[in-house]
């Protein structure tokens, strides 16, 4: 409890949303090559999800959150644990989709947000459009007849970006943000991680007190005790404070993202203090009959937990008309033999996003006939599955029992003769040969044919 006595002013956590390709990643990149702690901080942030700047005497954090419309999840989590949203738009493109989500997210979260119309430098660019477009969507800005603050940057050249920050610092001001340092740390899971080497790793982001190494930690789903802790930078810490993102080893199961964590050595209060926390939870689908053999049947595999909630919402998507998609297991890793196995017994294809497949499983696959589809953009992937899917719902027309082969074969061409024992068999359609139960070649009707008359 933060008390008059205890509180003291807290750095802002910022997180930055709009639409994909608005220049989301190159602010950041921007703001982080321009400032010589982010500029030490190498490749941690990529675990943590977050990372620090200080500037001015000031320290800020940004929470770095994906733009593609599948971690939608990812982003809700971002504006939920941040005290101030930055709604990027490009002022070559307006207003979209994205946008209208985040600007949605935002609204939802109550989060305090500031405008920042990027490539204003790019040709084709059109402020006073953008700004038009952002009224139309209920953002009215200042010099618009609102009160939203707004600034015109070039994310590439840097143009605008410094004043971008101070209104970043003047708002973190008017909310008055405090904590208290003194209590049991208290905060977000950003992400979650399953290392070869490390174990599990988390990456949160702290909103009160401060967290130490040995502390008691739990989730509403997880729980551990800390052994090692890291701030963004890579470097080992006894102890991190309000604001600061953190990566945390000890945990003995993943959290999942945008859950509330509570720190401590009081097991009781810690119980007490964890609460649920809604955070997009996506859906997997209905579930389906698995006797049904018009189903594609799924393994999920992805490489920490926020991606694993995207990939469920892509196949969700995919899926949400007909009830033709089934996922029988998922999970945080490299894809393992045992998922091959568990392929085998389900009838399952293994979808892998941002993840390797282990050598003793690629073979076992290979010989069992298991397709495994793996991708590290994420759109490719659900290309890849709503191709296997569409093969998988294939109606066919009809099965023909081959009774006889006539003549020599001449280049691709060959005449069959046989019986239709189910459905019909149509002139100019797909075909493919099974032997068994295995597919041993496939090919195209060029001409049908009943008692030596041509057929449809």
């Known amino acids: 409890m933060v008390t008059d006595e205890t509180k003291t002013i807290r750095p802002p956590i910022i997180v930055i949303l709009g639409h994909v390709d608005h220049g989301k990643s190159t602010l950041i990149d921007h703001i982080r090559k321009t400032n010589l702690v982010a500029r030490e901080a190498g490749g941690i942030t990529q675990a943590i999800g977050a990372y620090e700047i200080v500037r001015k005497d000031k320290t800020f954090t940004f929470i770095d959150t994906p733009g593609h419309e599948a971690f939608s999840l990812m982003r809700k989590c971002g504006a939920e644990v941040a005290d101030i949203a930055i709604l990027l738009v490009a002022a070559d493109d307006g207003v979209m989709p994205q946008t209208k989500e985040a600007l949605d997210c935002i609204k939802k979260t109550n989060t305090p947000f500031i405008v920042a119309i990027n490539k204003i430098d790019v040709q084709g660019a059109n402020v006073e459009k953008t700004k038009s477009d952002l009224a139309q969507n209920g953002v009215y800005l200042e010099g618009m007849g609102g009160n939203v603050s707004w600034q015109g940057v070039s994310a590439k050249t840097g143009e605008g970006v410094e004043e971008l920050l101070d209104l970043l610092a003047l708002a973190a001001e008017v909310e008055e943000l405090t904590c208290d340092p003194k209590a049991d740390a208290e905060g977000v899971v950003l992400t979650s991680m399953q290392d070869a080497r490390s174990g599990i790793q988390v990456g949160v982001v702290i909103k009160n007190g401060t967290l130490k190494q040995s502390n008691i930690i739990k989730t509403e789903t997880a729980e551990g005790k800390i052994r090692f802790l890291k701030n963004f930078k890579g470097e080992t810490v006894q102890e991190l404070g309000p ?68 990939l469920k919402d892509v196949v969700a998507k995919i899926g949400k008309e007909k009830e033709n998609l089934h996922v029988i297991e998922a999970g945080v890793g490299n894809i393992t033999e045992n998922d091959i196995k568990a392929a085998i017994s389900g009838k399952a294809a293994v979808a892998g996003f941002n993840v390797k497949i282990d050598k003793a499983a690629k073979n076992l696959a290979a010989g069992q006939n298991v397709l495994v589809l793996t991708e590290n953009i994420i759109y490719e992937l659900e290309k890849a599955i709503q191709t296997r899917l569409k093969e998988a719902l294939r109606e066919p027309m009809g099965t023909l029992d081959v009774l006889a082969v006539f003549g020599e074969r001449k280049g691709k061409e060959q005449i069959v003769g046989g019986k239709v024992v189910m459905g019909k068999i149509m002139n100019q359609s797909a075909f493919e040969i099974q032997r068994e139960g295995e597919k041993i070649g496939e090919g195209k009707i060029l001409n049908l044919q009943m008692k030596k008359e041509d057929a449809r």
């Not at 999942?256 to 720190?263: H, M, R, S």
């Not at 209060?269 to 209905?286: D, F, N, P, R």
């Open 243 to 310: 604001s600061a993102p953190a990566l945390i080893s000890g945990f003995t199961s993943l959290p999942n993202p945008g859950e509330l964590f509570a720190a401590g050595n009081d097991t009781t209060k810690l119980k007490e203090k964890i609460a649920t926390k809604e955070c997009a939870k996506s859906a997997s689908g209905k579930t389906l009959d698995t006797k049904n053999e018009k189903i594609l049947r799924l393994i999920l595999k992805a490489d920490e937990t926020g991606s694993l909630e995207a």
